[in-house]
């Protein structure tokens, strides 16, 4: 069965900082990974996802995140962080039939 | 835009209640899902639906049913609340596809005292 690793529950970053959250599949096909963003009090928003071809994907806000099969890992990455970045970041693999399966979330804080 | 309405925000009930969680999307889309999420261990899939009157159990269905009625509309009934059903209830909508993304709802805080 498809599962997720996430392997950091928290980081704080200084604003403008660079970030890098880790995220670990096990899948036996080739998979499909989505990377999503929950603010407080909301749900979640996805910020990209890749299913094929170029393994660094661009997202929403100035994300972007690197699919790596030798590695099994999907890590997401920004270059500058901002306040506005501060939220909880779920890393997913698609589990057939449009349905995923979640990690358990990284939170991340942002220190001005 | 896709919008994803959950009929309440903030709910508070009684053990043994019967309750009903309301999901309501905009967007057509055939498939819908709803979710439980608990600090620490992500999203965990309670039900989804692919298509009017259709249902399949996801990884904790247990102390749950679901109904989809309408298209749009997908409802998780809780038949006897118990405390341990305490947890933010997360609904989504997807297009059929599977690569589509999930729109996600605001979510509905429960608790069960």
């Known amino acids: 069965a498809q599962s997720v690793t996430q392997p950091d529950i928290h980081i704080t970053v200084s604003e403008g900082a660079s970030l890098e959250l880790r995220c670990n599949y096990s899948?036996?096909?080739?998979?499909?990974l989505f990377w999503y963003v929950q603010s407080p009090g909301q749900g979640l928003q996805l910020l990209l996802k890749?299913?094929?071809?170029?393994?660094l994907v661009q997202g929403i806000k100035g994300f972007e995140a690197e699919f790596k099969r030798s590695q099994s890992s999907f890590n997401l990455r920004k270059p500058s962080v901002h306040w506005s970045d501060a939220a909880e970041y779920f890393c997913?693999?698609?589990?057939?039939?449009?349905?995923?399966?979640f990690g358990d979330g990284t939170t991340l804080t942002v220190k001005p | 835009d896709v919008k994803v309405t959950q009929s309440s925000r903030y709910l508070v009930k009684r053990t043994g209640e019967k309750v009903f969680l309301e999901c309501v999307q905009d967007?057509?889309?055939?498939?819908m899902f709803w979710y439980r999420q608990d600090p620490g261990l992500g999203l965990r899939l309670i039900y989804f639906?692919?298509?009017?009157?259709?249902?399949e159990k996801g990884d904790i269905p247990e102390g749950y049913s679901v109904s989809r009625e309408k298209k749009e509309r997908f409802s998780l009934i809780l038949e006897s609340a118990s405390t341990n059903q305490t947890s933010m209830y997360l609904c989504?909508?997807?297009?059929?596809?599977?690569?589509?993304?999930?729109?996600f709802g605001p979510g509905t805080r429960l608790l069960v005292l």
């Open positions: 997913a693999v698609g589990a057939g039939a449009g349905k995923s399966t």
């Open positions: 899948y036996g096909a080739t998979p499909y």
């Open positions: 890749y299913f094929s071809g170029d393994t």
């Open positions: 967007m057509d889309h055939e498939n």
């Open positions: 639906s692919y298509d009017v009157k259709m249902k």
């Open positions: 989504a909508s997807q297009s059929a596809g599977e690569v589509e993304t999930q729109y």
